[in-house]
Nanobody, 132 residues
Framework: EVRLVESGGGLVQSGGSLRLSCEAS????????IGWFRQAPGKEREVVSC????????YYADSVKGRFTISRDYARTTVYLQMSSLRPEDTAVYYC?????????????????????????WGQGTQVTVSS
């Protein structure tokens, strides 16, 4: 089974940076996409960024474009989320998750509309708090 472990969260002041890591184990070729999500208290969970595993195509939510960067370390099976210019509204628990067993059409569609897909395996989350 897939196991995902997030790390790198913490307390940072507005304008600062953090790098989150998602260490994945138990992945198969059916795990097509890894995504970063976040959820603040009282808010709905939202997609932050995704990366497609076979070609590293990426997706970013409009709210983080130009500030966050997702990347993949092939050798260590780790996906990173580099966050810069952080704002208080970025405060949330950040999760990584995988989407598996996608058809070829779904593999294309998920990179433009990832909120419509089932990310079945989730990590425990890491807290990011941005002070004003």
């Amino acid at each position: 089974e897939v196991r995902l472990v997030e790390s790198g969260g913490g307390l940072v002041q507005s304008g600062g940076s953090l790098r989150l890591s998602c260490e994945a184990s138990g992945l198969t070729y059916d795990d097509d996409v890894i995504g970063w999500f976040r959820q603040a208290p009282g808010k709905e969970r939202e997609v932050v960024s995704c990366i497609r595993m076979y070609d590293s195509r990426v997706y970013y939510a409009d709210s983080v474009k130009g500030r966050f960067t997702i990347s993949r370390d092939y050798a260590r099976t780790t996906v990173y989320l580099q966050m810069s210019s952080l704002r208080p509204e970025d405060t949330a628990v950040y999760y990584c998750a995988t989407a598996r067993s996608l058809t070829t059409d779904q593999t294309r569609e998920i990179m433009t509309n990832p909120e419509e897909f089932d990310f079945g395996s989730w990590g425990q989350g890491t807290q990011v708090t941005v002070s004003s």
